[in-house]
């Protein structure tokens, strides 16, 4: 099936505030509130910040916030640090046979 | 605090086997669902396989059905993915991934698989 879409790469500044998009289908960031964000430092594993749409785990900084409208969800940073610098991926349950289903990644640059 | 160790990953040719282990601690294994996660040089994870914590409900992606399976071992806390007929395309970091309901909260460090001649 089809990688959910994100955008290939966002920038910004130390201290601003940076969006990242997820777009999908009916079938899955818009029929479940099952969206998951991962953030992954070069050479390193994906670790999770965000879970169903918008729940932080522990130890996750307040940050890092989800949403979602529609077939869209929208993971945003608050506030940017060095440490940010990173690829972010986003995951949803899907109704395909897979269950899971990633986005493309998102490589964010802080300036 | 939990573990995930993926081991067996290394260079293989075309067409041969690898089998890849994740040694789970930490946290009781047998209560939950694991999946295999790939990531190819350069590019996005890919989901690749799942197994129900009693290990009797599996599930795989088109792309390696019928060359791979995965199993588990609940007695030695492990997870095992057995990969045979190994394409060029089979390359890349192989994760295992403890999933508690729809979202993956702990990732192993992979281990990288290499099919080339």
């Known amino acids: 099936q089809s990688a959910l879409t994100q955008p290939a790469s966002v920038s910004g500044s130390p201290g601003q505030s940076i969006t990242i998009s997820c777009t999908g289908t009916s079938s899955d960031v818009g029929g479940y509130n099952y969206v998951s964000w991962y953030q992954q430092h070069p050479g390193k594993a994906p670790k999770l910040m965000i879970y169903?749409?918008?729940n932080r785990p522990s130890g996750v900084p307040d940050r890092f916030s989800g949403s979602k409208s529609g077939n869209t969800a929208s993971l945003t940073i608050s506030g940017l640090q060095a440490e940010d610098e990173a690829d972010y991926y986003c995951?949803?349950?899907?109704?395909?046979?897979?269950?899971?289903?990633f986005g493309g990644g998102t490589k964010l640059t802080v300036l | 605090e939990v573990q995930l160790v993926e081991s067996g990953g290394g260079l293989v040719q075309p067409g041969g086997s690898l089998r890849l282990s994740c040694a789970a601690s930490?946290?009781?294994?047998?209560?939950?669902?694991m999946h295999w996660v790939r990531q190819a040089p350069g590019k996005g994870l890919v989901w690749v396989s799942r197994i129900k914590s009693d290990g009797r409900s599996t599930s795989y992606a088109d792309s390696v059905k019928g060359r791979f399976t995965i199993s588990r071992d609940n007695a030695k806390n492990t997870l095992y993915l057995q990969m045979n007929s190994l394409r060029a395309e089979d390359t890349a970091v192989y994760y295992c991934?403890?999933?508690?309901?729809?979202?993956?909260?702990?990732w192993g460090q992979g281990t990288l698989v290499t099919v080339s001649s």
């Open positions: 930490g946290f009781t294994f047998s209560s939950y669902w």
């Open positions: 169903d749409v918008s």
């Open positions: 991934a403890r999933v508690p309901s729809t979202w993956y909260d702990y």
């Open positions: 995951s949803s349950y899907t109704s395909s046979s897979t269950l899971v289903v």
